[in-house]
């Protein structure tokens, strides 16, 4: 097993927005152990490495290195690194090593493009990503592996074949997946510099003041709630995250954001508007599926109610998606339809503010 192809797991934790089981702040597992012999020769980690794994290129040595991957003694340390008689080395992932393969599924897939390289799906609301937590089947990641099966280059004991970044079970959009260990890497590297380009419709509750915005603070994990993301604005705990959006349209106690995401941490659109005091319309795990706005009628209760079974579910979706292309250098840049069950709603809303 080519352990160190998988090192853009390693990097998305940092940058993706992950399923809603994928903790912010992951321990790190051991997958391989090597220990100096006696008479070992003082070089670098990197070159110790390079002898020792078969199918791994000394670059992504190197990478694995800098995302503080690879311990010597129990400290990470950089690919410079002298190697020492009876230095202790170890291999870590953010993810458990799981000795099984991942199951392939004849699962239709929405594929919006596919080279020799990559290629990019449009994921519906209501499929998670990759397996998890004894959810080893019925995931994109299994229609993916029953997609690429012929693929010599795909580890099916990675239960996240060629997956770059992650969005949410209930949330839909587009996902560009590596075909190729080098693929994978670049596309890794473009996600982890911030130069990806990926933009979100929301529709949220309350009508926001202003037409365009930022929302930064710190995103973390909620102490008092596993599940859910909190925001520290003072930065004392998480990561640094940062949100860009502009109100697209006014619908009286729903408004319509494009949200363009600078960094993308777990829940970040979702747990950035709830601290802004507007979330998502329907999502459940950050208030959005009570009535927020509006009055106590009982018609207009209904109304609430009826939209909520139109779209049950939040009402997010991944519409764009840009990188450069890894062979060929190319930006590419796909768009997607908002999908029929938030465009229904907005039609609601719409008709709804009119009247």
Request: hydrophobic content about 35%; overall charge negative.
């Amino acid at each position: 097993m080519d352990v160190l192809t998988t090192i853009a797991d390693n990097f998305v934790d940092d940058f993706a927005e992950p399923d809603e089981d994928v903790s912010d702040e992951q321990p790190l597992y051991e997958h391989f152990r090597f220990v100096a012999d006696r008479n070992q020769s003082l070089i670098r980690i990197d070159k110790f490495l390079i002898d020792r794994m078969t199918h791994v290129s000394r670059n992504r040595i190197q990478m694995a290195a800098e995302a503080g991957c690879i311990l010597v003694n129990n400290k990470a340390i950089k690919s410079n690194y002298r190697i020492k008689p009876f230095d202790l080395v170890s291999i870590m992932m953010a993810r458990p090593r799981i000795d099984f393969e991942v199951l392939p599924e004849d699962i239709p897939l929405n594929i919006v493009y596919e080279d020799d390289e990559l290629l990019v799906v449009n994921k519906p609301a209501g499929l998670v990503v990759h397996p998890g937590h004894g959810n080893y089947t019925g995931t994109l990641v299994n229609g993916l592996a029953w997609h690429l099966k012929d693929n010599p280059l795909c580890d099916f004991t990675d239960t996240r074949i060629g997956l770059i970044h992650r969005i949410d079970k209930d949330t839909s959009g587009l996902l560009v997946v590596a075909k190729t260990p080098e693929a994978k890497t670049h596309l890794s590297l473009q996600f982890f510099n911030k130069t990806t380009h990926r933009k979100y419709i929301a529709m949220v509750w309350g009508g926001i003041k202003e037409d365009a915005g930022t929302i930064e603070g710190n995103i973390g994990r909620d102490p008092h709630d596993r599940l859910k993301m909190t925001v520290f604005p003072d930065g004392e705990q998480g990561k640094p995250a940062i949100t860009h959006f502009n109100v697209l349209k006014r619908l009286g106690y729903v408004s319509l954001l494009d949200c363009r995401l600078e960094t993308g941490r777990t829940h970040q659109i979702r747990a950035h508007v709830s601290y802004i005091g507007h979330p998502v319309f329907n999502d459940t795990r950050y208030g959005g599926d009570r009535i927020l706005k509006g009055q106590n009628f009982s018609k207009y209760k209904q109304f609430v109610q009826n939209c909520f079974d139109t779209c049950p579910r939040q009402a997010l979706h991944a519409k764009t998606l840009g990188f450069i292309h890894p062979t060929t250098g190319k930006e590419l840049f796909f768009d997607s339809d908002i999908p029929d069950d938030i465009q229904v709603l907005i039609d609601k809303w719409e008709k709804y503010f009119k009247n």
